[in-house]
């Protein structure tokens, strides 16, 4: 069993897991389903609001890149003894942090930078 | 009982720390990995100045007056197809199968060249009109991070020719599938980052 395991190993060459032709075109064809809808709800203007539309799309955007780890980067919690899946939390953590930082920041900075801010202390001053 | 249980763990362990010796390139991956994860955060860094810059228009042109999203469509499924190819080059090299291997990697460069033609075509036409990177914060936070991952791209598609060549040379030796399954990562890695860039930056860009 274990002299099995061990050729098996060898075959293989790393700890990681591979993917059969099988998961390579589900992975493929599920990434054109969620490539296409997006490109779809923009082009042809399906929906009449816009926030719902941008909400589609960034939705859909992280179902596909959850496909993409699964079928084509093949992620899971035991690659590696389960670091690479914890290198990937701490990235999408740091990724988070920086993003909805950056935006958070910039705009309560251009909120309270607006024009008309200044433009209303005028006259409350003048 | 108990000793007999243990005298059996003891002779099994010293087999899989042999195994584990006999795979120094389990770190390459993790080690590989752990790089993409920091290219991950460059990324991450353009795509927040891109949301910060984004609407910043200097009274120049929009997303919605510059992109033509066919083009961005056909683009991205480039990028896809490659994808797949490259899947496939993985299966035939784990049967062993060179030319098999060189055929789906060739394939697969000729996807990635073609989208990097594509792009450098926007960019071309997009500079024709007046919208370069100086004309305002929204077109150099565009510039920089598409331009950064078709850079990315285009060292894939060298590293690529360089190992169809390695291959070539000293077949599908354990070094070779190697450096073929760290170029899978990257490849597939700049895959989802394009969803990112057309999600965020062509899609949400043109809606408005």
């Known amino acids: ?126 | 009982m108990t000793m007999a249980n243990n005298t059996a763990s003891q002779t099994e362990t010293p087999v899989f720390y042999l195994k584990e010796e006999h795979h120094p390139e389990t770190g390459t991956m993790l080690g590989f990995w752990i790089y993409l994860m920091s290219d991950c955060l460059i990324f991450a860094i353009l795509f927040a100045t891109h949301g910060v810059l984004g609407r910043n228009y200097a009274a120049g042109p929009s997303p919605a007056d510059l992109f033509d999203l066919e083009l961005v469509a056909i683009n991205t499924s480039m990028l896809l197809f490659s994808s797949i190819t490259y899947g496939f080059a993985m299966l035939q090299m784990e049967k062993g199968k060179i030319a098999g291997t060189q055929l789906w990697l060739a394939i697969t460069g000729l996807f990635g060249i073609a989208f990097v033609g594509l792009e450098l075509y926007e960019f071309h036409h997009l500079w024709s009109i007046g919208a370069t990177p100086m004309r305002s914060g929204f077109l150099s936070a565009f510039y920089t991070l598409v331009a950064t991952h078709g850079l990315h791209v285009t060292f894939g598609i060298i590293w690529l020719v360089t190992l169809m060549v390695q291959v070539s040379q000293r077949g599908l030796i354990p070094e070779n599938k190697r450096r073929l399954m760290c170029l899978s990562m990257f490849w597939h890695f700049l895959d989802v980052v394009w969803i990112g860039v057309f999600s965020v930056v062509y899609l949400l860009g043109v809606l408005g």
């Open chain 1, 1 to 126: 069993m274990s002299a099995h395991s061990h050729a098996h190993d060898d075959h293989h060459g790393d700890g990681a897991s591979h993917g059969t032709f099988k998961s390579y075109l589900i992975g493929f064809i599920l990434s054109v389903i969620l490539t296409a809808i997006p490109f779809w709800l923009v082009m042809d203007g399906v929906l009449d609001s816009k926030v719902a539309t941008a909400l589609w799309i960034m939705g859909l955007g992280v179902v596909q890149i959850v496909v993409h780890m699964i079928y084509f980067l093949h992620m899971n919690t035991k690659s590696e003894g389960g670091w690479n899946m914890l290198a990937l939390i701490f990235t999408i953590v740091i990724v988070a942090i920086a993003i909805a930082g950056s935006l958070w920041v910039m705009y309560h900075l251009n909120t309270n930078m607006m024009p008309q801010m200044d433009h209303e202390m005028i006259k409350s001053f003048g």
